[in-house]
T-cell receptor
Framework: QKEVEQNSGPLSVPEGAIASLNCTYS??????FFWYRQYSGKSPELIMF??SNGDKEDGRFTAQLNKASQYVSLLIRDSQPSDSATYLC???WGFGNEKLTFGTGTRLTIIP | DGGITQSPKYLFRKEGQNVTLSCEQN?????MYWYRQDPGQGLRLIYY???????QKGDIAEGYSVSREKKESFPLTVTSAQKNPTAFYLC???????????????FGQGTRLTVV
């Protein structure tokens, strides 16, 4: 079983709609969770991080974490064409072990 | 400006040669990482280091080597033992500070390695 799994997509969403991206992880000891956006040919850039169960909102983005289900998601409201990119979920395995593992990414396309 | 610098941006290597990719950061981060990305794929961890003079193998360390002699620098050598080295290589760093923030990884601009 892969340590971090994402739906590979591609995912197509109409402009203005909500895009929902999902990620599951295998290790219950995981402490920190990150969502990155990567445009083609570029390096990843951080969108959000979350450490505690529940929701965390930042502008049009909401990260949701459920440690019991080992599940983290990213919602993008009012999707814009500029949101078209690959979204990478990353998990860090706690203090004293800073291994940072990424999922395979979900390619998102916003349709005007 | 604070950040992570990778060089070169593009690198061509002949088969059988070793090459070294540079990664320097001035963010005072303890942890540094090397990832490999193939077309249409996610990031796969090659090596990571949490402190100076110490590093750990990631998921695909075979054919690669690293050193961490200085906090700011984490060079990656792609050896001739790496059978399929053509890929996009990304270096990242992060703080190890515990707590509710400050542990996200920041990336360099990447090095695109091509074997010719």
């Amino acid at each position: 079983q892969k340590e971090v799994e994402q739906n590979s997509g591609p995912l197509s969403v109409p402009e203005g709609a909500i895009a929902s991206l999902n990620c599951t992880y295998s290790d219950r000891g995981s402490q920190s969770f990150f969502w990155y956006r990567q445009y083609s040919g570029k390096s990843p850039e951080l969108i959000m991080f979350i450490y505690s169960n529940g929701d965390k909102e930042d502008g049009r983005f909401t990260a949701q974490l459920n440690k019991a289900s080992q599940y983290v998601s990213l919602l993008i409201r009012d999707s814009q064409p500029s949101d078209s990119a690959t979204y990478l979920c990353a998990v860090k395995w706690g203090f004293g072990n800073e291994k940072l593992t990424f999922g395979t990414g979900t390619r998102l396309t916003i349709i005007p | 400006d604070g950040g992570i610098t990778q060089s070169p941006k593009y690198l061509f290597r002949k088969e059988g040669q070793n090459v070294t990719l540079s990664c320097e950061q001035n963010l005072n981060h303890d942890a540094m990482y090397w990832y490999r990305q193939d077309p249409g794929q996610g990031l796969r961890l090659i090596y990571y280091s949490q402190i100076v003079n110490d590093f750990q193998k990631g998921d695909i360390a075979e054919g690669y080597s690293v050193s961490r002699e200085k906090k700011e620098s984490f060079p990656l050598t792609v050896t001739s033992a790496q059978k399929n080295p053509t890929a996009f290589y990304l270096c990242a760093s992060s703080s190890n500070a515990p707590g509710q923030g400050g542990t996200e990884a920041f990336f360099g601009q990447g090095t695109r390695l091509t074997v010719v």
